[in-house]
């Protein structure tokens, strides 16, 4: 293709000849394997049809590619007005949510929220097991298997190394959907500390209530419900506080790309 | 159109890759009966086809008949050289050891490697007599010098295979 | 919309009166893209109805407990039959199919890279099906009577040996698939080649439509998984015809290879069919949310991550075999790796519809139900690569509640969803809007109420692939339930067809452009001539189209 003047050239209107050969040649490889299935014979005749398939089919190409050169009709007008289609919609572009939370925001709020989820969590163990060790134990059971065949007392002792794996799980949960707030709060309609602090955690633990019995049998053992919702919406309530009261900064793809890249200077301060 | 070419390599890599898999996860059977002597002569027919396909190329671009013709005769020659030691060499195994396709894991995935390479070889070396014949009826034109370039991409392609082949087979699994 | 109406018919005037043979002639012989795709897709439509009449008939014979139906090697028949075709028959060509005639458009080119390859491909696809089915009649079965291949569609080792199944039904199943992956090969590499070399000018790899990011890594995955199930079937062959002993245990082969083989290719397929789906999507949304897609560099890294994480994701299929616990971690690991890019992507969806002015036409209805529904199949793949869960599930009808989500309520609704989008670009006729809608709302509840009880059945401990169950063990109503939903799927698929005949025949005029859209494909005529366009158009920016009806405010500008 010449790709020099594709504008002056009209399109070559030439569209490959067609042909029956790779059509035969298919069939004869088809006949050739189903003659394993039946007899030798359909084999015969599949590797004659798949050679005559083969002999049409590079006279097409060979030497030279036949090109069937259609007449030079009308030309065709591209579709340009948008005002002609009835389900045109005009309008400025979108690129929604036009501001979002920054980051900072949403990790510390993952932070902070998840040191409130571990207050309650702590202090259930304290008020019903008198251990502060029990729900960190039992944390660390959704990815040890050691926690699950322990026993109450086992599991209200200070384990370090289970402590150490709980306070790794619960440092990435809690910044992973700290993030995850800061990115969908914005989006989601008006009122961020319903969302985030209300619904979500309800939705969190109906899910964990219907599932826990198989992700986590040990914690199923010893988990008092009210308890773990409630420990879900003070990550909720503070995360979801903590993310909507950060100062908004417009959204990246808002911008065009030379400010992307930082040539000129962003409107939004600091990211 | 280069791609093309590529994908296949690339598919056709992935099986043979694959079949040594098989060989390796089953149990090793006699090993001692492969010999190095002769297939070491094939390996270095083989590969020096894989060198002597350069010129040829070169010549088709160039437009010489005769060079075309002495180059891609010598390469055609190289590589029937190593089909028949192959087939030499799977007829004293068959015969003298015993060794079938059924007999054990061992000859299970000896011959249907060695077998789907040979496979291949011999599908270039259908190729590559084309392109001679073409050329020697003088129906090959310089412009032609990428499509024939395909096919020594290809015959180089099974080249490495037999590099890979052949070191695991003879080298590491003797 | 008058003058370019006008100028559709005297240019691309067919020839006025032809005999059918003629016709079929040109059918046969083509090398249009256009055409060939028509014919893909087409064909995936006979083959949906053939696999769905068979899934029919199981749920049938499920409806009650200790029903007699169908007997148990039928019912064997029907699931392997079922699963094959499902797989290999409906969802890769209509995706390929759709893939071979949108992406020349998408991308500028006036045909595939190798058109005639192409037509290769197609034909051997067709034979490779037929060669399938033809066990029907010609294949020897256990007691030499004429059977289907009845060995699951993973045709897990040992009983593919030559001891348990008998007759030849298996060599059908190996060959038919073979014959046909070929065909899925040769088109993959032309898929990819094309979308590579054929670009318009200005087309950069980063203006390209998303959907045709998809296809070029479906593409790649094909090529790298297909040919590894074509040399297990081999192995498989040799093993049954000669002798071999590859999968066979008692002279030291492996059973657990086939499955390793297989499944090396089987999760690439997953998202060989998944993946096209997210394309469709991924253009229609936008076009009915009247927004550009949400992120579009993080969803061609998405769909790249998912490409390759997806080549490493296999023995998850493999749990219950016992593998280990380092590898079943690693593989339960790189599964819940995997649902991270398809989040990133159901977040970029929801994102583009967020604040957009959408419109509920029915192909924004199909794929709002295939965000739906994939979410729900997606959670519980999650769910099942918690290794003691997949344990306790491996097998049950959970699995198959999963699967058919990912599956039906993903990939088949996006296929419906891209059906309804591009008919009007295919035929230049529109689709019935009504029926359209009545197609999803049928299709959607009846299939909620068809796979939905299955999660329970699952959990209740009811086996996959059992053609009966015994009663009183809280599986009758579940069951019950889940066959009635097939009859109201039937009237969804009734629904579609007669909205295509119907449309067909006397549908309104589409105009070159019906849905307002912004990429190449719509910037031709619909049906779009043999040639494809005038001339070579020249991409600006992501969306082409817009630029072309917006001077004002071209896209390029904020890219």
Known sequence: MNEVHQHEVPYLRGVPRPTSGPMFAALGLTLLFAGMVTTIAVSVVGVTVFLLGLIVWWRTCLPEESVHQLPAGCEIPLPLGAAASAVAVAGPRHVLPLEVHPYRAGVSGGLIGG?????????????????????INLLAGTVSPAVVGASEADLSRLEIAWLMLALMIHLFMSVFVGLLYAVCLPIMPRRPILFGGVITPVFITGIAWSTMGVVNPALEQFISWPWFGASQLAFGMVCGWWVSRSARIPAMASFGLGERMGVERSRGGDR | MLLVTESFFFASFVMAYIYYIGRSASGPQPKDVLELGPVVGNTIALLASSITIIPAVRAVARGSRGAVLAWL????????????????????????????????????????????????????????????????????????????????????????????????????GR | MTSPN????????????????????????????????????????????????????????????????????????????????????????ILLGMGNYLIPLMVGARDMAFPRLNAFGFWLFIFGAVLLYFSYIGATGLYGTAAAPDVGWFAYAPLTSRTFSRGNATEYWVLGIMVSGFGSITTAINLITTSLCMRCPGMTLMRMPLMVWMMLVVGVLVITALPVLTASQVMLLFDRQLGAHFFDTEAAGSAVLWQHLFWFFGHPEV?????????????IIPVFSRKVIFGYPLMVAATVAIGFISLGVWAHHMFAVGLGPELNAFFAASTFLISVPTGIKVFNWMGTMVGGRIRFDSPMLFCTGFVAMFVLGGLTGVMLAVVPFDWQLSDSYFVVAHFHYVLFGGVLLAIFGGIHFWFPKAFGKMLNERLGKATFWFLFIGFNLTFGPMHVMGILGMPRRVYTFPPDRGLDLWNLISSLGVLVQCAGVLCFVWNVI?????????????????????????PPPEWNFDRIPVATSRRPLWDQKHPEDPDWKYE
């Open chain 2, 73 to 172: 005769g010598a390469t055609i020659a190289l590589g029937a050289y190593f089909v028949v030691g192959t087939g030499l060499e799977w007829q004293k195994l068959m015969e003298e050891h015993g060794l079938f396709l059924g007999t054990n894991l061992f000859g299970t995935t000896f011959y249907s490697l060695i077998g789907f390479h040979c496979f291949h070889v011999i599908v270039g070396l259908i190729l590559l007599s084309g392109i001679w014949l073409f050329s020697g009826c003088g129906l090959l034109k310089p412009r032609d010098g990428e499509r024939v370039e395909l096919v020594s991409w290809y015959w180089h392609f099974v080249d490495g295979v037999w590099i890979v082949v052949f070191t695991t087979v003879y080298l590491v």
């Open chain 1, 115 to 135: 040191v409130s989820m571990a207050a309650v969590a702590c202090a259930w163990g304290l008020v019903e097991h008198s251990s502060i060790w029990l729900p």
């Open chain 3, 502 to 526: 119907l449309s067909l025949r006397k549908g309104k005029p589409a105009g070159d452009d019906p849905w307002d859209a912004w990429t190449l494909e719509w910037a031709t005529t619909s």
């Open chain 3, 271 to 283: 998202y060989i069919l998944v993946l096209p789906a997210f394309g469709f999507v991924s253009e």
């Open chain 3, 6 to 93: 006008q100028h559709q018919q005297s240019a691309a005037k067919p020839e006025p009166t032809r005999a059918l043979a003629d016709r079929l002639c040109d059918w046969v012989v083509t090398v249009d893209h256009k055409k060939l795709g028509i014919m893909y897709v087409a064909a995936g439509i006979i083959f949906f109805v053939v696999a769905g009449l068979e899934g029919a008939a199981m749920r049938a014979q499920l409806a009650k407990p200790g029903n007699d139906l169908i007997d148990p090697a039928t019912f064997n028949q029907l699931f392997t039959m079922h699963g094959t075709t499902m797989v290999f028959l409906v969802g890769m060509p």
